[in-house]
């Protein structure tokens, strides 16, 4: 699928979009002339399904997400569903393409591209996300508060080197790729002391709490491998520190609150 992604844009097919209103869809629907090509039956779910294509033959599934740069790349939207690597029993793997902010028309070229597991991002799958709501605020009572909530993650490109202008395959190591990808890097994300499992917010002060715990997993492991297609640049992919990750990502989370505003 990977190779699939690459040779498409080497021959330089563009992203088709509808109008200037497809916001969502125009690179879903070149990812999935990819699997059309492939001769892959799969299962194309409604809006806001996950993951965004389903294989037939396969227990795989693909969840994309076009990033427009210049522009917001650090992290992206979840759309009430955390980042897995697994869902349903299916192993699920995110892809990241980005293409121009400000296109001169319709048909534009991907940029840069990342096909990574979903371990990458989260190593978690036994979360299951659930809205909850109650009724009762108000002068009346009679009001309900919807409890809606929406995952903030970050992309590849925040959290390592050598992604960016280039053409990347990451998964776990001991995953089976085709003999003739390139590896270019090797790194470890260790999982971290304190989890979050609970959060309040107060309606008087606006202000949110959240309750951590112990991490039974703490300080695990998890290795993953950087492949490209042979021919494609070899500079090395890396691991950001966790203070740089994390500086960047707050550096997002303030532009996407001044927008809010």
């Given amino acids: 699928?990977?190779?699939?992604?690459?040779?498409?844009?080497?021959?330089?097919?563009?992203?088709?979009?509808?109008?200037?209103?497809?916001?969502?869809?125009?690179?879903?629907?070149?990812?999935?002339?990819?699997?059309?090509?492939?001769n892959l039956n799969f299962d194309s779910p409604g809006r806001n399904s996950y993951p965004d294509f389903r294989l037939v033959r396969f227990t795989e599934g693909f969840e994309l997400k076009g990033l427009a740069y210049p522009g917001r790349e650090a992290d992206y939207d979840c759309n009430s569903q955390v980042p897995c690597g697994e869902h349903n029993g299916r192993q699920v793997y995110y892809v990241f393409g980005r293409y121009p902010v400000n296109?001169?028309?319709?048909?534009?070229?991907?940029?840069?591209?990342?096909?990574?597991?979903?371990?990458?991002?989260?190593?978690?799958?036994?979360?299951?996300?659930?809205?909850?709501?109650?009724?009762?605020?108000?002068?009346?009572?009679?009001?309900?508060?919807?409890?809606?909530?929406?995952?903030?993650?970050?992309?590849?490109?925040?959290?390592?080197?050598?992604?960016?202008?280039?053409?990347?395959?990451?998964?776990?190591?001991?995953?089976?790729?085709?003999?003739?990808?390139?590896?270019?890097?090797?790194?470890?994300?260790?999982?971290?002391?304190q989890v979050v499992v609970a959060y309040s917010f107060d309606l008087r002060t606006n202000e949110l709490a959240t309750t951590q715990v112990a991490n039974p997993n703490a300080g695990r492991e998890h290795v993953f491998k950087a492949y490209r297609v042979a021919g494609d640049p070899t500079d090395a992919v890396t691991l950001r520190a966790r203070n740089q990750i994390l500086a960047g990502l707050g550096a997002a989370d303030e532009a996407l609150e001044d927008d809010e505003d």
């Fill in 1 to 38: 699928m990977f190779k699939a992604c690459v040779q498409a844009i080497q021959r330089g097919e563009l992203i088709e979009r509808e109008g200037r209103s497809d916001k969502e869809f125009h690179f879903q629907n070149w990812f999935k002339r990819r699997l059309e090509v492939l």
């Fill in 103 to 193: 296109p001169d028309g319709n048909r534009y070229p991907v940029l840069d591209l990342v096909l990574c597991h979903g371990s990458l991002l989260n190593a978690d799958n036994t979360y299951v996300h659930k809205n909850k709501s109650f009724r009762g605020f108000g002068s009346y009572g009679d009001i309900l508060v919807r409890d809606r909530k929406m995952y903030v993650a970050p992309t590849p490109f925040a959290l390592a080197e050598g992604t960016a202008h280039r053409r990347t395959l990451i998964v776990p190591e001991g995953h089976q790729v085709d003999a003739d990808l390139v590896e270019v890097g090797t790194f470890t994300r260790r999982e971290v002391d």
